[in-house]
């Protein structure tokens, strides 16, 4: 019993150790081409960061009184 779960805490602790070097397209392959409006190629590390738009950040606004809700106009009942 001991046997193999050591052997697969092993394996886990391996599969944690990852290549920090910096990335670089495969040999014989290149980078996407420069996108319609830009002179220059993205490098792979402009192309692994997230744009602000897919991930924007949160807006945490408390209220510190109630206050009655404005109607909303979108806020139709279900059709019959």
């Known amino acids: ?10 394996i886990v602790a391996l599969s944690a150790c990852g290549q920090t070097a910096p990335l670089k397209p495969r040999p014989g392959h290149s980078l996407p081409v420069a996108p319609l409006g830009r002179d220059t190629k993205p490098s792979a590390v ?11 950040e949160r807006s945490v606004e408390l209220r510190s009184r109630s206050e009655d809700r404005q109607d909303d106009p979108f806020d ?3 059709k019959s």
């Open 1 to 10: 019993m001991r046997r193999p779960f050591a052997l697969l805490v092993a």
């Open 76 to 78: 139709l009942p279900p």
């Open 46 to 56: 402009e192309l692994l960061q997230i744009p602000s738009q897919a991930a924007p």
